[in-house]
């Protein structure tokens, strides 16, 4: 499966503190035609998730209010299988691990600073074609 080009556009909820990050990710997605929807931590995340069918989380774990190591549990909670991709400056030791043990759905793993070509090919793992049709 080709990272760059998916069957149909995603819903993205994309958490992230700071603003610059999470607009150069919205920016890179919706260009490619997938509908962007921001949170600027844990907690609106989960607000939003509330009201927003989304395909996809991505976040960024160190967070205010409510990290994304907290956010990914309860949002799994309500959807296991739920797709993620985690954006990181700094995985503390072992926190591969961690993140990696909870086999409740796709995850993969960005440090930050990482490329749009990377993001993209984030996304293409954690979200096989066929999940493109289906909303939360």
């Not at 603003?19 to 997605?29: H, K, N, S, T």
């Not at 160190?62 to 985690?86: H, Q, Y």
């Not at 600073?113 to 993209?120: D, H, N």
Request: a negative charge; proline letters at 6%.
């Amino acid at each position: 499966m080709s990272s760059l080009a998916f069957g149909s556009k995603l819903r993205v909820l994309v958490a992230e503190d700071e603003r610059l990050a999470a607009l150069v990710v919205e920016d890179a997605l919706v260009e490619r035609g997938h509908d962007v929807v921001l949170a600027c931590d844990g907690q609106e995340a989960l607000d939003i998730a509330e009201t927003f069918a989304f395909d996809v989380l991505v976040t960024d774990l160190a967070m205010p209010r409510i990290t994304g190591w907290e956010l990914i549990p309860r949002l799994r909670a309500r959807r296991a299988n739920l797709p993620v991709v985690v954006m990181t400056g700094y995985l503390p030791p072992g926190g591969g691990q961690i993140l990696f043990a909870d086999k409740r759905g796709p995850l993969a793993l960005l440090h930050k600073p990482f490329g749009i070509g990377q993001l993209l090919t984030a996304l293409g793992s954690v979200v096989p074609e066929r999940a493109n049709h289906q909303h939360a």
